[in-house]
């Protein structure tokens, strides 16, 4: 080795030349590149017992690799201890000592002292300074950097196929930094003197970097147990401070954290670890802080502020990956200890301000007001009224508020916030965007679409300005803007807005999360152009991710559930919906607690499952506790008036008709405080209203509401708008109704011009008009007139393959030729609108049972008592199918058949059709109406005839007894 001494001289001096050559270079290395080569070369590769050792060049390039190469300290050549040197070099020739010296070698026989000669050769030769600390007696305070950036690009040279080194460097890399980090590892194997005050640099060294050794040899697991190691930690703390130390804890331990994650790890829980981790660390500087206090030496006040904001990093960590109640933890001793030691001051006020932030995410609304209530003291008395921190303070409280659904609060604190903020709008730009972006989601929550794409717009201006058209921040804010125009399916509006964000977030760095809502994204976007198939794919995929990589987005993946069972319930999937219901209404819950608008969201969804498996009172109570939690947390609102009118909707299908009025009258007290009298929601709503009194036979009422929404949508949409044209047809209905038959043609006449300009003269709704006209016309004995209008239906009907309206318009046209005496014409269409009803609706269905007495009555009138009474019997066998044996209708049809049984002289079967009649009305309490007088007169006479006088006059008596009861004599 001392042979390297004698070409010192002009190894130095070449070095010196090669450097100024390569600094005036602007291209490759070049001459000056390939003589250093050549000289280090020679240099680094002496004879040792006759033979050329690789074993310096070896160990320069481990010094390259490990020490300089993805330095974990500032710049290329950083300074290393001599002892963390030799522990390298000694760990790297170990693991290719036989290729390097064979067996027997005097380099073998004597190891160590060849570790310690190759850093004095490297000196030697000028590659490397050595620096002494001279107020240090320890052996190994000397510490070695290369000399020069060009050493740099040796090392890399040997490192490369074209260095020489061959095998010797293959998996370098890993191999050599998994080599020196277990030399350490082996070391503190029983080893006392790792968490002492004062270490050697060495093992300074390794305290500060092992385990970026240690992730560089992809010994994960082995960093994960070192930082939860006391001994290591505790003699990190005191090697590098409590700051330092700290800080380079968490760096090392976030790190950690994000490569378990990102190996799915099974030995080690990924927040487990993070959190036993700064665990340890936090009980080591409590206990150092104890001691002092024990010992007599009170802990100074540098000492106490030092340990609040180590455990203020700490709790920043936690809380910044979800580990929210660690987190909670250390903000609080963080907060103790600093508000102990500077009282109010910007470094305890954030930690009041963080805390909050934790306290909110854990959904401990009333500890996280009252931290920032705290925090906004503070931040107050520092900075005034008028402090953008102040405004953040404001903010963060909004946003409690919006957590609890508490809507007008949070908007009133936005405001106030934004007050604050635009004091000086060119300092807070983006903050006020954030702010208005906010406020929209709030408006959007309540229903109030147009408002919130207003303050989503302001938000853009504001953001745009300060950070340009292309930055992925402005990438939110499209997205919501996305949803609302999704949500007023207006597809037109939305894809170009979807789109940009997707422009945008494409240019981010790629994430889980950024994953799962670009296909959120795509799968609106897919559902919106009428793909369902592939928007479900989407909607799935993203919920995939989110479930396996980002389960801490609860929120997120609640939401999804509900878009997707409501894909579902849209497909009639309804067992696989409900189970995606429940499982998003419990996630929720669990996170937002029991009365907050996104519970109420998925109960009005479920309420529209309900509805679709005709479970009404279920979905009635879903409504019901959805508006009762949206009157609380968004008072009179668009959401509110929407949920009214679904009830309204509801009551008014299943005959709760009451229910139904209180409904649609309290929806349109809010729409018309919220909109004024002529808007077209408060139209809306009139015309539900109009529907349910002409139900209810209140047709002036009913006039009066359809009077007013016709006004209404003629000036806000114009006389030939759709829904004019509805508004027009319902009014006909109820003026029919009232008997007012030509207004009603009127009504109808200018519905059908309507529908014919907008949808032509073969739409489904021109149809509509046509069938209901003719049906008057019939009725006012315009027959030849109704016929026309009804062929006509007729036609357009079984074009459009509307089966089952062609069968009302059949039998429409069968009640004319009935009315006619033309009973074989009347036949041939009441069979055709029975087939057609079999076919659609099954044998079971309440419509083919009336076809079939139809039917019945058209034999009847025609003397075919038999075929009479064969479709009276398959009606009969209906409905009791449908409505059970017991119902007012199944005694509608025995009393039929009993009259026509008693005129055809078969008297026992004609008795007892009657007498069922007479039990079923009796059992349900059905009034005693004429029809119910006629029938008992007629048992009376059936008795009377078969000699059965005393039960002759026990029934006439009844009759006489119900009749006077009814319609007293004057």
Not at 399 to 410: E, G, L, N, P, T
Request: net charge negative; aromatic share 8%.
């Amino acid at each position: 080795i001392n042979s390297v001494e004698e070409i010192h001289e002009d190894v130095a001096k070449a070095l010196e030349r090669v450097s100024v050559d390569a600094s005036s270079s602007t291209g490759s290395f070049g001459v000056a590149g390939d003589m250093l080569y050549e000289i280090l070369d020679q240099s680094l590769a002496p004879n040792v017992d006759g033979k050329t050792t690789k074993a310096i060049k070896l160990c320069f390039a481990a010094f390259v690799l490990v020490f300089c190469k993805y330095s974990p300290t500032t710049g290329g050549r950083p300074t290393i201890p001599s002892g963390a040197v030799a522990e390298l070099f000694e760990a790297v020739l170990h693991t290719k000592e036989t290729d390097l010296f064979g067996d027997g070698n005097v380099f073998e026989q004597h190891f160590r002292r060849a570790t310690q000669l190759i850093p004095e050769a490297l000196a030697a030769l000028g590659v490397m300074t050595v620096d002494k600390d001279a107020s240090s007696s320890e052996e190994d305070s000397t510490t070695l950097q290369l000399k020069h950036d060009i050493m740099l690009e040796y090392g890399d040279y040997l490192l490369s196929p074209e260095g020489g080194l061959g095998d010797l460097v293959r998996d370098a890399e890993l191999v050599w930094n998994r080599a020196f980090a277990s030399s350490y590892l082996e070391d503190m194997v029983g080893n006392s003197t790792w968490d002492v005050t004062k270490p050697n640099p060495g093992r300074k060294y390794a305290l500060e970097f092992l385990v970026n050794h240690l992730i560089r040899a992809e010994m994960i697991q082995e960093a994960a147990v070192l930082l939860r190691d006391e001994r290591f930690v505790k003699g990190r703390l005191l090697a590098l401070g409590v700051i330092k130390g700290t800080k380079k804890h968490v760096q090392d331990c976030e790190e950690t954290f994000d490569l378990l994650l990102d190996i799915r790890s099974t030995m080690t829980e990924p927040g487990d670890f993070i959190s036993r981790a700064y665990e340890k660390c936090g009980a080591i500087i409590s206990a150092h802080l104890s001691s002092s206090h024990a010992s007599g030496s009170a802990a100074s006040g540098q000492e106490t502020v030092d340990a609040g904001l180590a455990y203020n990093a700490m709790g920043f960590s936690l809380a910044e990956r979800n580990r929210w109640l660690d987190a909670t933890y250390h903000y609080n001793r963080s907060y103790e200890l600093l508000d102990m030691a500077l009282g109010d001051n910007e470094a305890v006020a954030s930690i009041l301000f963080n805390r909050a932030v934790v306290y909110r995410e854990t959904n401990q609304y009333e500890k996280s007001m009252e931290s920032l209530d705290e925090c906004l003291n503070q931040r107050t008395s520092i900075y005034g009224e008028q402090g953008p921190l102040v405004a953040q303070t404001i903010c963060e409280k909004a946003d409690v508020f919006a957590a609890m659904s508490d809507y007008a609060a949070a908007i009133y604190n936005y405001r106030k916030a934004l007050d604050i903020y635009q004091v000086e709008p060119n300092r807070n730009r983006v903050e006020i965007g954030n702010t208005f972006q906010t406020m929209g989601r709030m408006h959007r929550e309540k229903g109030e679409l147009n408002q919130a794409l207003k303050l989503y717009s302001e938000a853009l201006r504001c953001k745009k300005i300060e950070v340009g058209l292309n930055h992925q921040d402005l990438a939110s804010v499209y997205i919501e803007m996305g949803y609302c125009h999704a949500e007023k399916n207006d597809r037109e509006a939305a894809e170009p807005i979807f789109d940009e964000a997707l422009r945008l977030m494409e240019q981010a760095e790629p994430n889980d999360d950024n994953e799962a809502e670009l296909l959120t994204i795509q799968g609106i976007m897919h559902n919106m152009a009428d793909e369902k198939d592939e928007g479900l794919e989407c909607y799935e995929q993203a919920l995939d991710i989110l479930k396996t990589k980002c389960p801490q987005k609860k929120g997120k993946i609640a939401a999804l559930l509900n878009m997707i069972a409501n894909e579902h319930v849209a497909r009639g999937e309804n067992r696989r919906a409900f189970k995606l219901f429940e499982e998003s209404l419990k996630c929720r819950k669990e996170m937002v607690g029991f009365v907050h608008v996104d519970v109420a969201t998925t109960l009005a969804n479920m309420a529209t499952l309900h509805q679709q498996r005709e479970k009404w009172e279920k979905a009635l109570r879903c409504l019901e506790e959805a508006l009762r939690i949206r009157k609380l947390r968004l008072g009179d609102s668009e959401k509110v008036a929407q949920t009214l009118e679904l009830i309204g909707n509801l009551s008014k299908e299943i005959g709760q008709l009451k229910k139904a009025e209180m409904a649609y009258e309290d929806a349109l007290r809010i729409l018309r405080g919220l909109h004024g009298d002529n808007h077209v929601s408060v139209a809306n709503i009139l015309h539900e209203m109009g529907d349910l009194m002409d139900d209810i036979s209140e047709y002036d009422e009913a006039i009066n509401n359809f009077s007013e929404c016709l006004e209404i949508r003629k000036r806000a949409l114009g006389y030939d708008h759709e829904d004019v044209a509805e508004t027009l047809y319902s009014m006909g209905f109820a003026l029919h109704n009232q008997g007012e038959q030509e207004e009603a043609l009127d009504c109808l006449d200018d519905a059908l011009q309507v529908r014919r300009q907008r949808f032509g003269a073969d739409h489904e709704l021109v149809g509509d008009c046509l069938n209901i006209m003719g049906f008057i016309e019939s009725k006012k004995g315009e027959h030849e007139i109704a016929l026309e209008l009804l062929d006509e239906a007729l036609e357009i009907r079984q074009r459009n393959g509307s089966t089952l309206k062609a069968a009302d318009t059949m039998k429409n046209i069968d009640n004319i030729h009935k009315d006619r005496k033309e009973h074989i014409a009347a036949l041939d269409c009441y069979e055709d609108c029975l087939k057609w009803r079999k076919r659609e609706l099954g044998l079971n269905d309440e419509r083919v049972a009336d076809a079939q007495l139809a039917l019945g009555n058209v034999y009847s009138e025609m003397n075919e008592n038999e075929e009479a009474m064969h479709c009276f019997s398959e009606a009969l066998k209906v409905r009791r199918v449908v409505h059970g044996s017991h119902d007012d209708r199944v005694a509608s049809v025995l009393q039929t058949m009993g009259i026509i049984e008693f005129r055809a002289g078969n008297m026992d079967r004609g008795r007892e059709y009657l007498e069922d009649f007479v039990r079923i009305r009796k059992n349900n309490h059905t009034d005693e109406s004429a029809d119910y007088v006629n029938v008992l007169f007629i048992i009376g006479n059936i008795h009377k005839i078969e000699g059965h006088d005393i039960d002759a006059k026990r029934a006439w008596a009844e009759a006489y007894d119900v009749f006077n009861a009814h319609w007293p004599p004057r």
